[in-house]
DNA sequence: TAAGTGCATTATATCACTTAATACACTTAA
DNA sequence: TTAAGTGTATTAAGTGATATAATGCACTTA
């Protein structure tokens, strides 16, 4: 629940997810929020690990998957960069929140809620989150 | 992907997940949406893990879950049954409804939408499930 | 009594995740 | 040229969750 700061964003780690997939999930997340101005650089592999504390590889580990996504690219001897192509992150934007509904739906449909409980839940339910 | 017939209920396992789990999720799914009669028998260890051709072990970790939640009675030398209290199962239903929508909610924040992108984008993906 | 229940125990194996320690090629600035 | 900082690759080791295997026990029912 420690919260770090750092290049500009906000994280907080815990044991609930593998390490790995939280910073790549954060990092991910203050692109898509546009948080972090396009184009800029994000920290170090061993700068993140070290306000981390955490291992140098599981940094990285986490950089690869978002320079597969190409919301970043890396310049070897440089750093890493987020893309300059608006376009690019709107399309994983998208993406991720066409997967998310439809994780989503699934479950409430394996519980027998149909679209017009699910939408009367939602407004029930959709007041208070962060 | 292979599909298994049994105990009026039908299973999918797959690799994806702990086998657990699965075989958790898709009972209390059955129980859930009413497609097993409360009150009713539900296959025995040995015999849904010889059905899924997986470990009693594994069958065991699943069926205690269930028993935690209240959806199950296991009677000694009998067998395991499906609860005869529908409010129960109402309740959770609703509670894994409620969870389920937080963790939807929380995700689609964390790309950058926002209530009103969230209904639009509801009705623009949510018609093909299933 | 025999067969079928849930349940407990012990051992083993596998895999994902994480850390650790090094090393190398590249870039930039002193 | 040098030194420091980049991303990257490699090898080794440890940990925990998951799953299987083999056995046995207490209980219930036919």
């Known amino acids: 629940m420690e919260e770090v700061q750092i290049g500009g964003m906000r994280f907080t780690l815990d044991l609930s997810q593998p390490l790995y997939e939280q910073v790549l999930d954060q990092v991910r997340s203050s692109i898509a929020k546009g948080e972090i101005a396009l184009g800029s ?6 700068e993140m690990a070290q306000a981390l504390k955490i291992n140098p590889n599981t940094v990285m580990r986490a950089y690869q998957e978002l320079e597969r996504d190409q919301l970043t690219e890396t ?3 440089q750093g890493t960069y987020i893309t300059t192509d608006s376009a690019r992150v709107e399309q994983i934007r998208y993406r991720a929140a066409e997967q998310a509904i439809q994780e989503f739906l699934g479950k409430m449909a394996s519980f027998g809620f149909d679209a017009q409980a699910i939408e009367k839940l939602l407004r029930k339910y959709g007041g208070e989150s962060t």
Not at 41 to 46: F, G, L, N, Q
């Open 41 to 46: 650089k994000i920290p170090s592999v061993r």
């Open 75 to 77: 310049r070897r001897g």
